[in-house]
């Protein structure tokens, strides 16, 4: 891999990142407790509201999730530890890495 690639690699990392946490910021209001008021919101709809947040709630957990993968690759190409396979230790090719930057083994090895 070239210090371009690994760059470009680097800077799509950095944006899934950035983008992750700007919709984290952005969706925090619908994760906010549902009110119990019951004259505000009719039974229904504090039902149809509660499964909504928790629909919320599981999206923002797999954004979590994502972040802490995301945050992991970061370290590995700060370590000059990336782009290798865990597995069997072979490069992982550019490609691979352009469709996911976050992979950790070869097609072979995940297959
Ligand atoms: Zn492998």
Known sequence: MTAEELAALKAQLCDERDELI???TR???DRAPVALDQQSVG???RMDALQQQSMDLAREEM???RRQV???ALKRIEADDY???LVCGEDIPYKRLQADATATRCITCMS
Do not use: E, N, V, W
Request: charged residues 30%.
């Open 43 to 45: 039974r229904l709809s």
């Open 63 to 65: 954004r979590l999730r």
């Open 22 to 24: 700007s919709l984290s």
């Open 70 to 72: 995301i945050a992991a």
């Open 83 to 85: 782009g290798y396979c």
């Open 27 to 29: 969706t925090k209001d």
